[in-house]
Structure formats: C-alpha cells, structure tokens
C-alpha cells in the first residue's frame, strides 16, 4: 500500500489473505525457540500473557529499544516503531508530546487524552483521563506496553488505547551509572543512577536534569525528573514494589503556533504581535511570556499475593501536581466579564486504589480464569485564574478572574474472564465507569458556575483467538468505548458562560480482526484490521487566546490497517516494518463541517522502517531509520492549509566496551539527515490560524554512559 494513494478496504484484505497463506505455507510443528514468540504482557488480561496468544493489538518497546541511540527525554522516541500510533514531539515542553492512538487523541491542545497511561501499574492519567507523558521516567525503563482496540476499554474512560510503562526492578550487585548527553540547540542532560538488590530488597534510584534553548523561539526548558523504587519479597508468595517519582519544570518557555505564512518565512519563527505599537516585531510569545511551571510528585504501592493458582493484588497510590502558566491574551480579549484571566494556577491532590482477585480453576477441558475488581480514583484542584498583566507590563500575574474548588470522582467495578482450552482462546470482559465533575464557584463577579454532572456507561468487551498453527493466530475482538470530557473541555462553554455541563461523553463501538505469525526461526508479522464509529465525538468548537471550548460533533467513523514485522538476518543485520493506514471522518455533517470530512490532526498514513546492524559481540551497531506521514489538516472544515506530507531519515551509531567492573556505551544520532523542513504537529481549530508547530530541520545528539558494579 503506497502513502501516495487513498486507504481501499479490498487491499487490507488482500493483505490478510496474503499473509495467512505465506503462514499456512511455512513448515509445521512445535513453535520455534525464538524470543519473538515469548513476548510476556500484562496489558489487555491484567496478568502476565503471551502476547502473541491474546486476542488484541499489542506491540512491546523494550529496554535496547527505549535506550540505544537515544536522550530518553521523550516517550516519542521510542514510540514511533509503533503502528496505530502517532507520538509527536511539539519541540514545545510547556505542553507535552501530542499523543494518539487510531485517531484519538489528536485534538489535545496538551498533554495526552484519549489514551490511559500507566506506569508500575499506578495511573499517569487522571481520573477525566487527561495525562503527561512527561511523568514516565525513561531512563529506568524497563518495557513500553501499547494496547490497541477493543481490548483498552476494559481500563475505562478513554478511547483510543493504554500506554503501559514497566521500571526495571533492583537485581544482583550493586551498580552506580552515570550519562551524559547534549547535541543541537543548546540540548544537554545528565542521569545519575543506582541499583542493586540485599536480603531480598531491591532497589533503584535515578535523578537526572535535561536543559534546552529549544528549536523555536522562545521555547527553552529545563526539566528535572528522580524517581525511586523498592521491591521487597519476603517469600515466593508475595511481592510488594513501593515507587516514587518527582517531575519539575520551572518557567519552561511555550512558542505557542503560528500561521502558515510564518511557518513559510521562517520555521523557527513565533508569531508577531500585530497589536504591539511599542515593539512592532515582539512576537506573542515575548510580549506576554507565555511560559508554564509544573511541580508533579507522586507516591505508589502495589502489593501481590499469590494463592496458589490465583492472585490478589492491591494498588494505591497518591500525589500532587502544581501548575502556573501564562497564556497569551490581548487586553481586550481579557475585559470580558466571562473570562477567566491569562494566567492559569491550580494546586491538585490527587489519589487511588485499585484492588483486584484472580481466580484460576479448571472449566471443562481448559483453564478458566476470572480477574473481578473495583477501581477508585478521585483528584481536587484549588484553581485560580488571573490577569496576566498589570498596567502596561504583560506577563506578570494581575487582578484575579477566577477562584474555584473543582473536584472529580471515578468508581468502576470491573470483571474479566479468560478460558484456554485446545487452539481456543475466549476473553470477556465487563466495567460500570461513573466520573462525578463537582465544581465550587468562589468567585461570583461573573456569575455563579458552580454545579455539578455524573457520566455513567457500562463497557463490554469480547474477544476469541484460533491457533491455526503453533506459528499462525487469528483473532476477533469488539467492545463499546466511553469517552468523558476532561475537566479543562468542560471549563468554557461556547458563550463564554462559565462551564460547559452540557457536554456529552463520546460514545464508541469498535470491532477488529487480526492475525499473528512467526514466519520461519526469526520473523514475526502482526496485522489487524479495525473500524470505530463513535456517536458525540469530542471536537474544538472555539479556540483563541488560549481558550478552547468544546462540543459534540455527529457521527464519525474510523477504519485502518495496522501492520508490522522484524525480522533479522546474518551476520547481525536486522530489519522492522510499523505501518498505518487510516481513515477518519465525520459520517454525517455538522454546522459548517461537511459530511466526508476528515477529523484534523490525523494522517491517512503514516510509516516507520529500521534497517539496523550489530556485531556478533554486541560492541558496534548502528542503523538507519525512516518516518513518513501523509498530510493531517488543522480544523473540522478541511479547507484550511493541511500540514503536509513528509519523509525524514534518522541515523545512529552506537559503541560499548567492558573493562574490570566497568561498562561503558557511547552513541552518536543525526535525525532530519535531508534537512527537511516540515510541520510536526498542529494545534487543532485554532481560531486565529496559528495552527502550524514546526518539526527541527537537521540536528545531532551524542552521549556516553559510564557503569561500575562493585
């Protein structure tokens, strides 16, 4: 399937076609002894699986990937050989990657939402569903797990998928690592960390700090992460893992978008103030300063206790996340009565428990297992707006627009049930989701906002595997998904009269067929076929001055391919393959948007390939990488410039050398080899039209790590 060329359903299923028969070709017997068909999951079934026997999209990043080659600031970096996603880096940190699953999630105008993240089992995603994968501390990764489909609404209030991070755990002697990395702009970092395990007690620390003057104006940052983990194991019964992790980011700088005749003049360039007098050149994001501060703390424990053939595990954790960002609005914009100032300021405690019991017996002639549990959540936030100017001056905290107690309680029972017996594999599952929105208004100059709603959905899943072969399985699944407005979609409605309790959750039905194969000794393939029609897709309904209020839009409908494949050859070459084709548009039509049209932010194509070489020893490698997206358009009408198509090719070098007790690695990375000049992501329906955010052209990145075990 060529990127030049419109999805066509009848390809996808001569895909299938062609794959099960170059399967069913393949010699018979017992599974090869290859790691590709060994890859453990959690993800999907709540309990370690074979991924490759569960009836769902589910892809694996492990610690070589996460890790080889690259500055582990970005989840993006890792995520891109990943079908069915898009992580894109903003080049913007007062925001956050711009993360989607199969089309949800492109319309964030921050952070990730429509997507669950988790991390050691502790959601990074609060309880409306908004998240930062900025929280997920990647030097200590250990696996990425990203679950696709219909499977990922057996974790609730969200559509599109689960992004799952795994910590390594304290093992063996004692060992202290330290990295040092910087490249293009100004980028540097340096990571400090310790493991090692002692009477049963294993244990992680790591700090790190990551600085950069940023590609764009006015978008440098410093960010500041530790995170600490403790697992404890008094017997072969029971496990308990207390973790703990700090992100900080103070004033980091946001470039904000632009037009597209910026973008043309000058891809680093921010947009200029047209109403400055006093600097006729001062950009928006100098005059205002528009910049955030965020402080994240968190604290978890999980708790495992195995009884034999079943498990019960408890999870709670607890933290807070203090934000203050300065936004760009005119003085006029700001006069309303109905707005809430340019400067947002909110203090959040927020908290869980999660408790669930697998129980393991023998159904019949197979193995039946049943996972029940309930899921508590609850998160308050003290928020304040203000005026961010005084006087003359902009960018300084003013007259105060909004004072409010905001709090949001989730409670989801759930139950799963999984039974294997011959080449069957049958899963099901069921979750009641109720979020509660309570808002306490104190600030009554503009009216009185306070209120409240309560979202409820129930969220059934099913899904069967057939092992036509020990190498060779085909799968079906489908589920209804549930979608609630996160708190900042509800914070305007489209009047400007205080929050929007109208909103309705996004409702989804999703159905997927796929197939699993290893082809030979050293090959996997896995391709899936999917369609999801939602009823009130959350969509942008105004958006300036850094005010965005949201609606709900008609029908849309969703359909694609995902297909991946590695492979690895002689002599330590080795090749992967992760391609989406997807199309994603509005079935019927809406105020100006027409039927037909294309929901923004999401490409009708996108594609990654890795040719990559290593030594027999594993002292040198290197490979070479490729990235290529059709164009996304920036709001519902399509007629706005789309960001267009583009191809960059990335490559790395890599170097590893033991001596005595020490280990060292060094790396070199180009990215953007061609120089390409191109838009990474779009901020969608931006009422101004500074949707454009500008990718970097080419730029470099090196890196040595030094390791002593004692």
Known sequence: MSLQHPFRLTAIASLFATSAAAVAQAPQGSAPSTPLAAVVVVSGSRVEHNSFDFPAAIDVVDAARIRTGQIRVNASE???AVPGLVARNRENYAQDLQISSRGFGARSAFGVRGVRLIADGIPASMPDGQGQAATFNLDMADRIEVLRGPFSAIYGNHSGGVIQLFTRDGTGRPSV?????????????????????????GYVVDTSRFETDGYRDHSAARRDQAFAKMTVKPSDSNLLTITASSLEQDDTQDPLGVTWATFQRDPRAGEIDVTDTAEPKRTLAERYNTRKSTSHKQLGASFEQRLGDDRLRVVAYGGNRQVIQYQSFSRGFQSSPSHSGGVIDFDRDFHGVDINYTHVRQFGSGKLRTTAGIDYSRSTDARRGYENFVGPQFGVIGNLRRDEEDRLTGVDPYLQVEWEGGPWVLSAGLRHSRLKVEVDDFYRSNGDDSGAVEYRETTPVAG?????SPVLNVYASAARGF?????NELFYSPSGAGFNFGLQPASSKHVEVGVKAIVGSSTRVNAALFQVRTDDELVVDTS???????????ETLRRGVEL????????????????????????????????????PGIPRANLFAELAWNDKADRFGAALEGIASKKFYTEDTNTEIPAPG?????ARVQAKQSAGRWKLTEFVRLNNLLDRSYIGSVIVGDANKRYYEAAPGRNWLVGVSAQYQF
């Open 78 to 80: 890792a995520l891109s």
């Open 177 to 201: 690592e330290s990295s040092v990395a910087g490249g293009s702009e100004g980028t540097r970092k340096v990571d400090v960390n310790a493991q090692g395990e002692s009477g049963g007690v």
């Open 464 to 468: 069967v595997l057939y092992k036509v």
């Open 483 to 487: 979608e609630t407005p996160t708190l």
């Open 544 to 554: 300036g001055g850094g005010r965005t209020s949201y609606r709900n839009a008609s």
């Open 564 to 599: 991946s494949a590695e492979t690895s050859f002689a002599n330590g070459w080795s090749a992967r393959m992760a391609m989406t084709a997807l199309r994603a548009t509005y079935e019927t039509g809406f105020a100006s948007v027409a039927a037909g049209s294309s929901l």
């Open 646 to 650: 583009y191809g960059v090719l990335n």
